[in-house]
């Protein structure tokens, strides 16, 4: 019996370490990526996404956020939506005071933004609305032009499969290749032609949120193959599908590759 105990209390010290040392703080980790494709221009890109606000005390917390985009200085700024996590936000914070903050966060670097499935779910409309006018350009199932390094490069917007708000969009002549594609649901990227067609970037999964060993994440929502739920990919040209820096349903991260961060993306730094 006493062999038992000591037995079951040395497994439940264990089980608490691993618990311990695979939960995370609230930090945001920033993720390096490099990528390589022939018509775009050396840039840097910040993609952030899934921030999931609960409360006005979360949109205080964007300003770790903004010393690490001053250190880091992209050229670029993607956010690929859920913005919103708990509706009881809105009892002290409006959808315009959200997106004004996010302003705040991106200035003075150009940023493009689409809306994710909680934003949807919550009020399209109402958000559509609130980014009308902001800095922070809305690209839902649209392409858009802007000018890096001195080059003039597309930035095509794809609205959330998850949610049902993707559309197919074409891609312009005029873009001759010079193009990136922003989407929430990383299947939006694939949902086309079963291949991405531009380098592309998504969010959605949080990686799974929590991941167990052996098991991996037992739930990861999304229709795109697994290869498309965390990190860096290849399928024609190279993706990206964010981690996120918030949490859905359950109010913590859990496992390895889980830690709340956002991705810094280097495309073209040694041309050929």
Known sequence: ????????????????????????????????????????????????SDFHFDSSQDLETLGQLKRQLINTRPDLILLAGDYLGDKRLYE??????IVAALEALAYPIPAFAVLGNHDNWDDREAWLDAFAGANITLIENRVTFVRIANQAICIRGLGDYSSNAWRHTPIPIECEGRILTLTHDPFGLVAATGQLETPGFAAHTHCGQITLPWIGAPIVPTQAPSSMHCGIYTDGFSGITSGGLGTSILPFRFGPSTKPGWELITINDDPL
């Open 1 to 48: 019996m006493r062999r038992l105990v000591i037995f079951a209390v040395i497994t439940l010290a264990a089980v608490t370490i691993w618990i311990s040392k695979n939960l995370h703080d609230t930090t945001p980790e920033v993720r390096h990526w490099s990528m390589s494709t022939t018509h775009l221009p050396s840039l840097k890109i910040a993609l952030l």
């Open 92 to 97: 002290t914070t409006s959808r315009a005071q």
